[in-house]
Structures are given as C-alpha cells and as structure tokens.
C-alpha cells in the first residue's frame, strides 16, 4: 500500500540551526502538506503545497519556513534558524484532491521529532 | 473558517464496553469531517470520513461515526471496546479539496481490562 515517508525520524539540533525535514508524498497525488504537534497539544496546520506553490499558510509558518519540492518526488520543509519552542513532532501528508473534483483523506507520514537544544 | 471541540480530552472504559468519543464542528460552508487515531509514537491513521453522503459512516476496526447537522456533531462510537484501541482520537474538518485540515484537541482512550 502507498504510503508518505518521512526522514529523519528523530532529528536534534541546536538552537539557532537550521535544519531540513524530508518527505516523499505518495506519487499520484497532487496536494501536501506539513502539520506540527507540539508535545501535549492539538495537531496545528502550517503549509499547503499544489502546483508548486503555496496554497494556505497558518500564522505559524513565519518567515522562518519554507517548503519545497525539488525534484518531483521529495516534499521538504526548512526551518532557517531555529527555537527552542520549534521542538515539535512534524508530520507531512499528501491528499488526491482534485481529481474528478472530488475530495479524499488525507495521509500521513509517521513524523520526523524534532528536538531544539 | 472552522473548528473542532472534542468533549474530553481522556476517556477510560473497560474491554468489552462502548467507546463513545465527542466531537463538534463549526463550519461556515458545508463540512467533510474525519476521524483519525495516533498510536504511541506512530503517525496519524485514519479511521473513517464523512464527505456528505450517508450520515452514517463505519470506518475500521468496528468504529462508525453519525454526522448530524441540527447538532453539528460527529461522534465516534465502538460497541465493544478492545486493548489494542488505546489510543489517541482526533477529530478533523475540511471544508475543501486541498484546504487544511483542522484538527480537535484529541481525546486519550485508555481501555482497561
């Protein structure tokens, strides 16, 4: 069965870092996303991605992020320099919206954990 | 815009009962609603969806879930609950293709034997 993958499945960085968090979305499918969950809290959206661009951003997703899609397979999510308070698990999801116009769930990776020190 | 409210952010009952997780919606345009379960340390799973056909919605693992308008609710229920659903239970809102998902606060269930 398809499925998102995500690397590295723990990172840790020092604070002022930069660090890149990895994603292969499932390979028909044309939206993705990355959501975060702070340890305790809900699951928050940060980015939507489709056709090469930014489709939605949360007030999260500050100037300190961005995503890319480099190459037509890999989904990739930066933070320039991090907080102490980006400490976070990162999930990364794709969905096959649009086809037929018509809308489907979500699916998500297993999570890089982030860890700012 | 929308939101989520999970009634009870942790549920314990005993193998073999009713699970009966809460979960309201507001939404300004007609909602597509799911329910999604975290495993520890795992990703999110989903278990089942409503996209504005039958109210009623089974999923997997014997869970269903009744989307009722008047109420704006969703609620999950399982009739006989077993150790392997502890877990964590999200519930989401859509109101798009492509749009975000907008996640409740989860609810904890711990099944006791």
């Known amino acids: 069965e398809p499925e998102v993958t995500q690397t590295p499945s723990h990172q840790v960085t020092q604070m002022g870092q930069e660090v890149i968090l990895r994603c292969v979305p499932i390979?028909?499918?044309?939206?993705f996303y990355w959501y975060r969950q702070i340890l305790g809290q809900k699951v928050e959206f940060l980015v939507s991605f489709y056709n090469n661009e930014i489709s939605e951003k949360s007030e999260i997703f500050d100037d300190q992020f961005s995503v890319e899609r480099p190459d037509g397979s890999n989904f990739t999510l930066k933070i320039r320099s991090t907080k102490l308070e980006d400490s976070a698990m990162y999930f990364c999801a794709s969905s096959a919206d649009g086809f037929s116009g018509s809308l489907t769930e979500a699916f998500f990776g297993q999570g890089t954990r982030l860890t700012v020190v | 815009a929308q939101s989520v409210t999970q009634l009870g952010s942790h549920v314990s009952v005993s193998e073999g009962a009713l699970v009966l997780l809460r979960c309201n919606y507001s939404s300004s345009v007609p909602p597509y609603l799911f329910w999604y379960v975290q495993y520890p340390n795992q990703g999110l799973q989903l278990l089942l969806k409503y996209t504005s056909a039958a109210t009623l919605v089974k999923g997997i693992n014997g869970f269903e879930a009744e989307f009722k308008k008047s109420e704006t609710s969703f609620h999950l229920t399982k009739p006989s609950a077993h150790m392997s659903d502890a877990a964590e239970y999200f519930c989401a809102v859509r109101i798009a293709a492509g749009n975000k998902l907008t996640f409740g606060g989860g609810t904890r269930v711990l099944v006791k034997p």
């Open positions: 390979s028909n499918h044309l939206y």
